[in-house]
């Protein structure tokens, strides 16, 4: 185990029990999506890997859409889905 992370789990023990409860909730959720993403088969783990890689590139490039643009898009391309679906 890593050195600091042992340690700062032998102090959790000092904490107001309100910070025990919110390390318990943290870590909880945590072991959670370490669980989901073992069960994830290498399709999905490098499909999720790809969109990981999309969304970081685009947070780099910035950008200033409001609120109304994005789901505009996003009920645009949800449409477009489903004429293709439909196979119009």
């Known amino acids: 185990m890593n050195k600091r992370l042992e340690a700062l789990l032998e102090r959790i023990p000092t904490w107001p029990q309100e910070a025990q409860e919110d390390a318990i909730m943290v870590l909880s959720d945590i072991e ?9 088969t ?14 970081n590139s685009a947070i780099e490039r910035g950008g200033s859409y409001t609120d109304e643009e994005v789901e505009a898009s996003i009920e645009a391309t949800l449409d477009d889905w489903e004429r293709k679906r439909k196979g119009a």
């Open 32 to 40: 959670e999506k370490i669980r989901l993403l073992r069960s994830l």
């Open 42 to 55: 290498p399709e999905e783990q490098a499909k999720l890997a790809a969109l990981r890689e999309d969304i």
